[in-house]
């Protein structure tokens, strides 16, 4: 089962047929119509019945996140609580190395490199040919956008989002609730939540 059916969605559809899933549906506020073959169900209300008659069913939340909103994050608790799994979700097309942990709903999309000793909380997108390196830690709802490369050792906040192209030196630490911009090279730790631009990135909001 997929949670809406906007742009997020199909590239999740794409990665699941590859994996080899099964799709139900998708459920949304809006009826997109079929998206990639896979046919709207209703709103979220309908849920509860679905997981009734399929418990333990698998679930993805196929909302994008282009903010520091938790919105993704409290979906996924709602909806685990009416008794959907929601195991990570790796494209075969991706590299994960040995020693790596992937938080429940994260979703590793193509071309991502995720190195050995990286542990990455529930929630995560990481997104098309981004790179994490060996040993980061990653929170929970995070956005590692297309392009981004996480060097050695650096640790991500929750709810957080990393740009496009953005760049992060090794052993950085950025605190939670932090928008990094496009293209943004982070050379010093982040210990304020907000929003970063440049090279080197500073604080902007």
């Known amino acids: 089962m997929i949670i809406g059916g906007g742009g997020h969605a ?19 506020n809006e009826d997109h119509g079929v998206v990639l073959g896979v046919p709207y169900l ?3 209300g309908i849920l ?8 333990a069913m698998n679930a993805i939340i196929g909302i994008g996140k282009v903010d520091v909103s938790p919105l ?19 494209s075969p097309h991706a590299i994960v190395n040995e020693a790596v942990s992937l938080g429940a709903g994260t979703a590793v999309l193509d ?18 040919r981004s790179t994490v390196e ?15 490369t996480l060097s050695g050792g650096v640790t991500i906040g929750d709810n957080c989002m990393v740009g496009i192209g953005a760049n992060v030196i090794q052993s950085i630490s950025i605190c939670g609730g932090c928008l990094i911009g496009a293209g943004a090279v982070i050379v010093r730790d982040v210990t304020e939540p907000g ?7 500073k604080r902007i909001r």
Request: aromatic share 6%.
């Open 10 to 28: 199909k590239v999740l559809i794409s990665v699941l047929k590859k994996v080899g899933y099964l799709i139900q549906g998708y459920t949304d």
């Open 42 to 44: 209703g709103k979220d």
């Open 48 to 55: 509860r019945d679905i997981v009734r008659k399929t418990p």
């Open 72 to 90: 993704r994050l409290c979906l996924l608790n709602e909806i685990s609580e009416l008794g959907f799994n929601f195991p990570a979700i790796c």
């Open 111 to 128: 071309g991502v490199v995720v190195n050995s000793g990286t542990k990455i909380g529930r929630g995560c997108i990481l997104n098309t």
């Open 134 to 148: 060996h040993d980061c830690l990653v929170g929970e709802n995070v956005h590692i956008a297309p392009g981004v």
């Open 195 to 201: 929003t970063y631009v440049g090279n080197p990135a």
